[in-house]
């Protein structure tokens, strides 16, 4: 066999030297003129196809599955079962390598991620990548394990000791912080260097005053062997600066300390949540949203996963926002408002900055200052300057029609929900992701539980509701586009081809279920426990969404770097061998979500 056989393309490029060998002796190349049909339905495949030039398409009845351009291979399934479930057509003239069959299986044999690469479905694929060799370097050190970093001795005392004793305690021992029991109800507490700021202030003898009477409780804790990544998002959504780690067995193993946790991490998001915090002007405050996307394109390029860099991006864009709108706005309508953010961001699954989506609810009877839309369009304009364009739709605090008193949005969400017309049923959508960032959360809340209180499960609305997944074009129309094989352009539009119909669909069925959450991921995990969807479509679902999501980030920081408007579309040619495989393993899920929303709610009737 010659040399030529291209193993930088997946699965191939995972295979020890031997490996490579055993392929080499044992592949020939094969010829197929246009039109020639490689594969057929019911036949026992002989060989793993593997394309040298040309293009071949994956039909089932009259459907295109799937076009396979250079360096992608075929089929594998095929070959695991014994048996072709599709029929490949070569689309024009077709030079492809075959590997012979007991070189496959040899392979599998020796080499686990292969037969992963090969065969398994895209959570399991993006498993075996994970655990590559090659890849190890890109690993982010947000996936090592809590008891992975350094750990403080957890020093315990009782409610009842005096704080002197304590801060002998903190001096003989080295330490900022104790464990406090014998708390009522028996919640363990915690005592810091800050708590004894507070003992001081207070004025009463620290040598009478007990521990017990300023400590915090109940603790944050998480456990030994929770991904450090989660622990740092846990810090920064509690604010805390410590975290008790505990067993499952609820013994403590340690405190883990913000310091040692992003030393060892060696990111910056502790550093640009600093910065926020003691911003004291809009100036600084735009210095620290500008570090936000340096930071994801870091967390990015170390491997961290899209779930977690997106609940960074949340965490630290909802804390920017309330910083601003606490300068822009009097105390007296923070006080007496909930500012709210919309689409992605309210989701938890926007990673580089996109157009505003925001509103305002109002405390009822409360008198909103005269200057109300003077201030809501500075903030909207604030924004702007920090890099979140203004909405074209305006849908933003700066358009009357989303600020309101409660009642007056729960009542145009009534309408928008049981009278539909126009725009409503996309406002509904927008408004069904809402997530309070400043002042009082509970205003919101209220609007979004009369809404779920009118929520139903009739077939008709929410079909309407629901078609918009339909508005796009599906796999096989992307895949004619991705190769070049269409009269459309070559442009990719990742959100239009999978992740809105997730997002969508995934949001029409939790309207029905009234499900809370916000988020599709936890969403998802509601419906797969109430049995509307099954659990291992869910996780899917999920590995998809967030593959798709990590596909238009990297797009999207490509587009950075060039100096390029983000659109987030893909570059087929930036696409590897691996990616295209991935992306066709994730718009099949996407396809098996579509058809189930189909046969469920009786869009093909419509």
């Known amino acids: 066999m010659p040399n030529a056989f291209n193993f930088n393309a997946s699965p191939f490029d995972c295979l020890s030297l031997d490996e490579q060998r055993l392929v080499r002796a044992s592949v020939d190349i094969a010829y197929f003129p246009e039109g020639a049909v490689v594969l057929d339905v019911g036949v026992a495949p002989t060989h793993l196809f593997v394309i040298i030039k040309g293009h071949v398409t994956q039909t089932e009845g009259d459907e295109v599955l799937a076009t396979y351009g250079p360096d992608d291979c075929f089929d594998g399934c ?23 069959r007991a070189a496959v299986n040899e392979l599998i044999a020796r080499n686990t991620t292969f037969g992963a690469l090969l065969f398994s479905d895209l959570g399991q694929k993006l498993s075996a990548l994970a655990q590559r060799a090659d890849q190890h370097e890109r690993q982010s050190l947000t996936l090592a394990r809590v008891d992975q970093a350094f750990l403080r001795p957890a020093h315990t005392v009782d409610a009842a000791t005096d704080i002197v004793s304590v801060v002998r305690l903190f001096q003989s021992q080295r330490t900022t912080s104790v464990l406090v029991t014998g708390l009522p109800g028996g919640a363990l507490g915690i005592f810091t260097n800050t708590s004894l700021q507070r003992a001081i202030l207070d004025g009463r003898p620290l040598a009478q005053l007990a521990v017990g009477a300023l400590a915090s409780s109940p603790v944050v804790t998480v456990r030994p062997s929770d991904p450090l990544g989660d622990a740092m998002a846990l810090m920064l959504r509690r604010r805390v600066h ?19 946790l992003f030393s060892f991490l060696a990111n910056h998001s502790h550093l640009i949540t600093v910065q926020i915090e003691h911003a004291q002007d809009l100036p600084a405050l735009a210095q620290a949203a500008a570090q936000i996307t340096r930071l994801i394109a870091a967390l990015y390029r170390g491997g961290t996963r899209i779930g977690l860099m997106a609940r960074l991006v949340q965490q630290l864009n909802a804390r920017l926002f309330e ?7 009097p105390a007296d309508l923070v006080a007496n408002s909930c500012l709210f953010v919309m689409g992605s961001e309210g ?30 369009q500075r903030f909207s304009e604030v924004l702007a300057s920090f890099g979140y364009p203004e909405c074209p739709g305006r849908i933003m605090v700066s358009n009357p029609d989303w600020r309101g008193t409660v009642s007056a949005f729960s009542q145009r969400v009534r309408q928008w929900l049981l009278q539909p017309e126009g725009d409503s049923l996309m406002q509904l959508a927008i408004f069904l992701d809402a997530h309070a960032v400043a002042g009082d959360a509970t ?22 509701f629901v078609a918009a997944v339909d508005n796009f074009g599906g796999p096989a129309g992307w895949w004619s586009r991705l190769f070049g094989l269409s009269d459309e352009g070559r442009a990719i539009s990742l959100k239009k081809a999978g992740i809105f119909p997730i ?18 991921a936890e969403r998802i995990a509601a419906l797969a426990e109430a049995g509307v969807i099954d659990a291992a479509l869910g996780d899917a679902l999920v590995q998809s969404l967030h593959f798709l999501m990590g596909l238009r980030l990297q797009a999207g920081l490509a587009e950075l770097d060039t100096g390029r408007p983000v659109t987030g579309n893909v570059d087929p040619e930036r696409l590897s061998s691996l990616e ?27």
């Open 78 to 100: 095929g070959l695991m079962t014994g048996r072709v479930g599709s029929r490949f057509v070569a689309a024009e003239e077709v030079v492809a390598y075959q590997l012979a």
């Open 242 to 260: 410590r975290l008790v780690v505990v067993e499952d067995g609820g013994q403590v193993r340690g405190i883990l300390e913000a310091l040692d």
């Open 323 to 329: 910083r601003a709108w606490h300068m822009v706005a």
């Open 347 to 376: 989701r938890g699954e926007q990673l580089l900055k996109t157009d505003q989506d925001n509103g305002l609810v109002l405390r009822d009877g409360y008198t909103a200052p005269p200057g109300l839309d003077a201030i809501c």
């Open 443 to 464: 205003l919101l809340a209220t609007v979004r539980e009369r809404v779920m209180a009118l929520a139903t499960d009739n077939d008709a609305m929410l079909a309407r």
């Open 503 to 520: 997002v969508h669909g995934v949001r029409s069925l939790a309207l029905a279920r009234r499900v809370a959450a916000t988020g599709t």
């Open 580 to 606: 295209r495989d991935l992306l066709k393993d994730a718009l099949a899920v996407v396809k098996r979500f579509k058809l189930l929303l189909h046969q469920r709610l009786k869009l093909d009737v419509l």
